[in-house]
């Protein structure tokens, strides 16, 4: 089960993410983001949080050689690859990968990448590439949950997380505008109420 709060830009949302139960925490390392964080201040608070927290990098067509060396310097456990990269270029990183897919490029994207990859399901959209708030067809998402490990994302709230892992049944959950303030500035209860919720329902499932 994941439970990751995405677009960190603050140690206190970290830490209250943390505190809530969240099992991971990204940071947005594309510059035209509005909430891409430098990878000096992910540092800082990646060096402040528990070990156990998986710490994720999000990355949109980067070089490799840009991505591991700000993994290294961040400290990052994961890397999420949300452009066109290609699974020879993210076999070079040594670090596990997330590869970000949308539905319509869903076929594609899992005949190319290798049968253990992580797949994280957003809403499609080639500007903002994530972090729109437009959730994705849940039935159809369904359908690829059964059959690769998927971490469901676009458009989840605390209202409807709940409903989402019930239809979807997938690996985890990520959320960013869901439970923002602002664009990169998380409100506190929004996260303490999703992260619940979203338990709550994966505990069900049992």
Known sequence: MVLKICGITRLVDAQAAVDHGATAVGFVFWSKSPR????????????ALPSGVTTVGVFVNESMTTVKTIAERVGLSMVQLHGDERADEAALLQVPVVRALTLDDAD??????PSDTMFLLDAADRVQRGGTGKTVDWDRA??????????????????????????????????????????????????AAFLANARRAFEGRG
Request: a neutral charge; hydrophobic letters at 50%.
């Open 36 to 47: 891409f964080v430098a990878p000096e201040q992910a540092a800082t608070i990646v060096s």
């Open 108 to 113: 594609a994207r899992v005949a190319e990448w």
């Open 142 to 191: 369904g359908a690829l949950a059964a059959r690769r490990r998927v971490i469901l994302a676009g458009g989840l709230t605390a209202g409807n997380v709940a409903e989402a892992i019930d239809r979807v049944h997938p690996w985890g959950v990520d959320v960013s505008s869901g439970v923002e303030a602002a664009p990169g500035v998380k409100d506190a209860g929004k996260v």
